[in-house]
């Protein structure tokens, strides 16, 4: 995991020892994680790349708050698709990860 819940917990205002919603959130880490490595068309790292992955990237505080974004997002928006495409969120997401975005491929 490169985000926690404890990162997710004060992004989204929840207090640290409120474990109501742990499954949720979790859940939410998992998709938005993946999304975003989807999104890059790219494997994400926490400390170095292997040799073996030539297009890996180490994650950067800007790909750490795109995904804290997201999942701030899923979160308060927890409504139909419809409504999800109309948040501003998903631009910031673009503009903080899509620098480091493989096209092409």
């Not at 899923?74 to 975005?101: G, H, K, M, N, W």
Request: charged residues 25%; negative net charge.
């Amino acid at each position: 995991m490169f985000i926690n819940k404890a990162q997710v917990k004060r992004q989204c205002r929840i207090e640290l020892d409120d474990n109501s919603e742990d499954v949720l959130l979790d859940s939410y880490i998992a998709a938005v994680e993946q999304k975003t490595i989807a999104h890059l068309n790219r494997n994400l790292y926490k400390e170095s790349v292997p040799k073996t992955d030539p297009n890996g990237l180490v994650i950067n505080a800007a790909i750490i708050q795109g995904m804290l974004l997201l999942v701030t997002s899923l979160y308060e928006q927890r409504s139909a698709v419809a409504d999800l495409e109309q948040l501003s969120t998903f631009p910031v997401f673009r503009f903080l990860v899509d620098d480091y975005r493989l096209s092409g491929l």
